[in-house]
């Protein structure tokens, strides 16, 4: 499983459906997302709150930070270096509206597992054509731990902060400006 499938399987994994259908997984948390993708390892941040997602990545030296709105219907992709935004608007032709939908996504649950000496409910969810693991706490309702069914991805959700997360996480700082063409990047 790639980062752009990750990134997809965490989006289905933590809001709700786009039918309007409360997800299990829902809630409002922060937690550090420890991804070991072939034997390399990284680490993530990310928050959860009210429906809305934020995900921290640092790849080398660039930071990507992502907001996922589906109150809005938009996702907002933040360059922190170079104090930039995108702005995408969700559409179910995009692809992403599409993954999150119950349609494409299905979950089973095949049993319960002990992870970090937390119950958990195991399921077994297929996203589209890729299928994984995920094991979630009983008593949270919180993601524990995510596997590929080929055991090449594991991800780990450690430092879990349960409660409400500050709105300013889900927009874009106001000193940032909006990106409107490739120009301005080469600017910088």
């Not at 790639?2 to 994994?13: I, S, T, Y």
């Not at 959700?157 to 490739?182: E, M, Y």
């Amino acid at each position: 499983m790639g980062m752009k499938e990750f990134l997809l399987a965490l989006v289905c994994l933590t809001l709700p459906s786009l039918a309007g259908a409360q997800n299990v997984l829902s809630g409002n948390y922060s937690a550090d997302l420890v991804t070991i993708n072939m034997g390399r390892k990284s680490t993530s941040k990310v928050y959860l709150g009210d429906g809305k997602l934020r995900t921290e990545v640092s790849m080398g030296p660039v930071q990507v930070v992502t907001i996922t709105r589906l109150d809005e219907k938009v996702v907002y992709i933040l360059l922190p270096v170079q104090k930039m935004f995108v702005e995408k608007p969700l559409q179910e032709a995009d692809g992403l509206l599409s993954y999150v939908s119950d349609k494409n996504t299905t979950r089973e649950l095949v049993g319960t597992e002990p992870i970090k000496n937390q119950p958990c409910d195991k399921y077994k969810m297929a996203l589209r054509d890729k299928v994984f693991y995920v094991w979630i706490n009983k008593s949270t309702q919180i993601p524990m731990q995510m596997l590929s069914v080929d055991n090449k991805t594991r991800t780990e959700w450690d430092n879990v902060q349960i409660g409400p997360q500050p709105t300013d996480l889900f927009k874009p700082p106001g000193d940032f400006q909006k990106f409107t063409g490739a120009s301005e990047i080469q600017k910088q």
